[in-house]
């Protein structure tokens, strides 16, 4: 079992930054891929950017390459995603999920990951 708390958001001109950060607990958290998703009000939960176990991969949507990293620190049990050059369209709650497989592709659908985060808002003004 996996607990996940995301922080970080807040409300943001657009063209600022933002690093939303995600604490997980468990002693395996470098064995399990993560992913951030968001989802605007109205709108489906869609995929913004994964990294797999071990680091091996990242991936991006089409929409945030360039602007956002995802990143991990494994000895502090954390995935980080850094948001640069915000837009209004980033606007939504971002969700951070883990996913226990031993694949190493970084999995973009909601139903391929295990466990949530209870989701922080970013909100981004023009």
């Known amino acids: 079992q996996v607990q996940l708390v995301e922080s970080g958001g807040g409300l943001v001109q657009a063209g600022d930054s933002l690093r939303l950060s995600c604490a997980a607990s468990g002693r395996t958290f470098s064995s399990y891929a993560m992913g951030w998703f968001r989802q605007a009000p109205g709108k489906e939960r869609e995929f913004v950017a994964g990294?797999?176990?071990?680091?091996?991969?990242?991936y991006y949507a089409d929409s945030v390459k360039g602007r956002f990293t995802i990143s991990r620190d494994n000895a502090k049990n954390t995935v980080y995603l850094q948001m640069n050059s915000l837009k209004p369209e980033d606007t939504a709650v971002y969700y951070c999920a883990a996913r226990s497989s031993r694949s190493w592709i970084v999995a973009t659908r909601t139903e391929n990951y295990d466990y949530w985060g209870q989701g922080t808002q970013v909100t981004v003004s023009s």
């Open positions: 990294i797999s176990r071990s680091d091996v991969n990242l």
